[in-house]
């Protein structure tokens, strides 16, 4: 605790920006770090401990942001039955945004470049269909239209596909 309190705390206050809400993360991430030390994988400590850190203060500030939401969110529906009531409450949009995270940007920047380093390797007619499926989000149909091909066949390239990554990617590394 001792040789990483520092790190710990300056990794949580990245993300919430305040030094009591961080002192709170600190604490919660020694604990889970404690709970979580027999799945400990024996490499990495410091990006094991960050990582725990960092999902901690994320949580925390979901948690801070949803109750701060029901504390200020009026009820205007006093006046109307109550099961149109819930339907319009339904369809609001939410009075507050979640705020801008830097940090979390930052490493789905990295993830993501990761991911387009990875898929250069990936054999063109495979890359394709990742492409279109995974990234563009692309139903099977919309494929198979544009590239003017089957369903089966967008099925069965996809199949290859997923075997190929299963194959020559590394699990842990996309965890």
Same mark, same amino acid.
């Given at each position: 605790?001792?040789?990483y309190r520092q790190h ?28 979580a030390l027999p799945q ?19 949580? @925390?500030?979901?948690? =801070?942001?949803?109750?701060?939401? !029901? +504390?200020? $969110? ?6 109307? %039955? ?8 339904a369809a609001e949009q ?39 499926? @995974?990234?563009?989000? =692309?139903?099977?149909?919309?494929? !198979? +239209?544009? $590239? ?6 967008? %099925? ?20």
């Amino acid at each position: 605790m001792e040789q990483y309190r520092q790190h710990v705390y300056q990794v949580a206050y990245s993300v919430v920006r305040h030094q009591a809400d961080a002192e709170d993360i600190v604490q919660e991430a020694f604990i889970q770090i404690h709970r979580a030390l027999p799945q400990y994988e024996m490499k990495g400590l410091k990006a094991w401990i960050s990582r725990i850190t960092v999902n901690k203060a994320i949580d @925390y500030k979901r948690k =801070k942001a949803r109750q701060l939401e !029901a +504390a200020i $969110q009026p009820w205007p529906y006093a006046d109307i %039955e109550e099961g149109s009531a819930q339907r319009a409450c339904a369809a609001e949009q939410p009075l507050i945004q979640p705020s801008y995270d830097v940090l979390t940007e930052v490493l789905d920047h990295e993830r993501k470049q990761q991911l387009q380093d990875e898929l250069e390797r990936i054999p063109p007619l495979h890359r394709a269909m990742v492409q279109a499926f @995974y990234l563009e989000e =692309k139903s099977y149909d919309q494929i !198979a +239209a544009e $590239q003017h091909i089957t369903l089966k066949t967008v %099925e069965s390239r996809l199949y290859r596909a997923r075997q190929w990554l299963r194959s020559h990617w590394k699990e842990e590394d996309w965890q």
